[in-house]
Nanobody
């Protein structure tokens, strides 16, 4: 199985920053699409940001200008840099690795709490 390991979540005050990391064991990581999703209690899981193997990025409107998705193929790692965090960003964040020939792989999630 492809192993996906997330880290970097925690408690931060409004306006603060966090960087989430996702390390995948897939040998074809460099051609994968990587997504960050989040799910708050009582809400549906939503796509926050994505990056293709070619480096094209897309963001949910609510995080544009605040979040940046980055990939480092030498480390099989995708990052989500989160700045200017708001209480509305509080959620469990999930890393999703998509390989069209192999399938989708998910991490267990990392909790981000934005609160004063």
């Amino acid at each position: 199985q492809v192993r996906v390991v997330e880290s970097g979540g925690g408690l931060v005050q409004p306006g603060g920053s966090l960087r989430l990391s996702c390390v995948a064991s897939a040998s074809a990581f460099s051609i994968s699409t990587a997504n960050w999703y989040r799910q708050a209690p009582g809400n549906q899981r939503e796509l926050v940001a994505s990056i293709t193997g070619g480096g094209a990025t897309n963001y949910q409107d609510s995080v544009k200008g605040r979040f940046t998705i980055i990939r480092d193929n030498t480390k099989n790692t995708v990052y989500l840099q989160m700045n200017s965090l708001k209480p509305e960003d509080t959620a469990v964040y999930y890393c999703n690795i998509v390989l069209r020939t192999l399938g989708n792989y998910w991490g267990q999630g990392t909790q981000v709490t934005v609160s004063s």
